[in-house]
């Protein structure tokens, strides 16, 4: 079943101006400022005690190594950070549950002061959603009032992590599935609770998945809706006695067929006789012809078959088959059938050369190559496993191991103060070099590693998503098809060794021999010299 919703109901899909008026609110209703650690309001407090909490604050937000044992991280969950920043603003519900909840010594003025703020004065530079970033490299930038900004790292970390985690787990899928199969994401059920679920709907189409079976993720986001039926289905029917209205209009609505389900019984026959496919099987289960005869009357234009209900070659296949050829004879196209169990390179290819048998014994261009959907329990390891051993699936269904990042439970992002009234500054603007202009490149901590290196393409990475300054350029946010694209392009880019699952090589991330004397100058700064007796 294949539905492709407009793309209304995502609210970045509207057309903006250069400065939208407003940003929508986060996608999450639960995204609120309270959404935070106890500690930063505790800590904001103590700033402003100390009078200072407007002191100007740079924070960082990166992650110190690549999830899945890889050498690369795809960026995503920017657009939430700044939706989240756009409307930040505590109720007066917040202030009163905080009031309760800090310590009773704390004063008046900091509630005032807290229902006063806003993110006017933050600013956030980024790397683009949707790149793919390394380890130790700033993600994010955030600068302003430090009692605001430290209010905000949890629930940046928390956007970013999973967000980022589970593209990059979708872009590996990708990766190692090809880019000519169709990937389908079926993981709502076995997500981390709803935001979970939607999220992963979202950032696995970022990360190269094709369509979701999530409706809501569907309709909010504008992704491809795919999605077949299940085993309660078939084992709903218990013969086709059951089915009532037998009649099927032709696909150019000409003629009517008014008993479906004997021309399906003819074929089976046909089936059952052909010499090619004696031993291959007898009898096929009655009731799972019903169903998919019911499912094909529901749905001419789109059917589809979960066929290991109870024998995929004995039963599965031929009544799909049989019901296809019906179809096919009132000008319908059947889409093709899912596995959910068993060998799945084994059952793709034979369920292959029984298609492509149909084709050549009675004539029906293209049956050979009618869709092959596998699913159950599927992760990086089986796709490869899978592609090693040949097999003949189009699309793959795929939850659990996804959605719930099951090879490596989050990213363990980190925000870091960096700079508070400009001290220590590390004045990144300086180190933009020309094309055509030699430049030492070095290794950030071991010091005979450096090489010479002229760029063939400067690129500043930050750009500036969020600021209260009407006088800056603000980059507005791109839509989610633009984040996929971008993801898409920058991982074609990649080397295929730095990609490859098994010791992929590392990806060195240089810094500018100025840089590296910052660096370096900081950290003895901070290194305390000891004293020999
Ligand atoms: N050819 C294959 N090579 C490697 N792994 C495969 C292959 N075919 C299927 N798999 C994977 O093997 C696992 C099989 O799971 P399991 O042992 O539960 O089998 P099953 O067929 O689902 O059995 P059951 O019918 O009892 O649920 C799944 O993770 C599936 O993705
Ligand atoms: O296997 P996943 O990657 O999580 O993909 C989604 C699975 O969800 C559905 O069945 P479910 O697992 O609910 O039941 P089943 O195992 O009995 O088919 C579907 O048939 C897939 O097998
Ligand atoms: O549509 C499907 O086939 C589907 C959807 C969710 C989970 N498993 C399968
Ligand atoms: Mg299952």
Known sequence: MDVKPGLNGDVNNEKHTHRPATIAGPTNPMVTPLLTDLYQFTMAYAY??????????????????????????????????????????????????????????????????????????VEVYAIPEGSVVFPKVPLMRVEGPVAVVQLLETPFVNLINYASLVTTNAARHRFVAGKSKLLLEFGLRRAQGPDGGISASRYCYMGGFDATSNCAAGKMFGIPLRGTHSHAFVSSFMGPDEIIEKSLKSHDGSRTCEDFIGVVQTWLSKLKRLSILKGVF?????????????????????????????????????????????????????????????DLAYLSCETRKFFQTVENEFGVPGFGKTGITASNDLNEETLDALNKQGHEVDAFGIGTYLVTCYAQAALGCVFKLVEINNQPRIKLSEDVSKVGERILCRHPFSESKRAYVVPQRVEELMKCYWTGNIDKKREELPTLEANRERCAQQLDQMRPDHMRKLNPTPYKVSVTAKLYDFIHFLWLNEAPVGELQ
């Open 48 to 121: 402003w005690k100390a009078g200072k909490h407007n002191e100007r604050a740079v924070f960082d937000l990166y992650f110190r190594k690549n999830p899945f044992g890889g050498e690369y991280t795809v960026f995503a969950g920017l657009e939430e950070c700044i939706r989240f920043i756009a409307n930040f603003k505590c109720s007066k519900e917040e202030i009163t549950f905080l009031r309760e909840t800090l310590s009773p010594t704390c004063e008046d003025g900091f509630f005032e002061y807290l229902q006063g703020i806003d993110c006017s004065d």
């Open 282 to 342: 007898a009898e096929t289960n009655q009731s799972e012809l019903a169903a998919f005869v019911s499912y094909a009357l529901a749905f001419p234009d789109n059917f589809l078959a979960l066929v290991d209900t109870y024998d995929v070659m004995k039963s599965g296949v031929p009544n799909f088959c049989a019901v296809a050829l019906a179809l096919n004879d009132l000008g319908y196209k059947a889409r093709g059938i899912r596995l959910d169990s068993g």
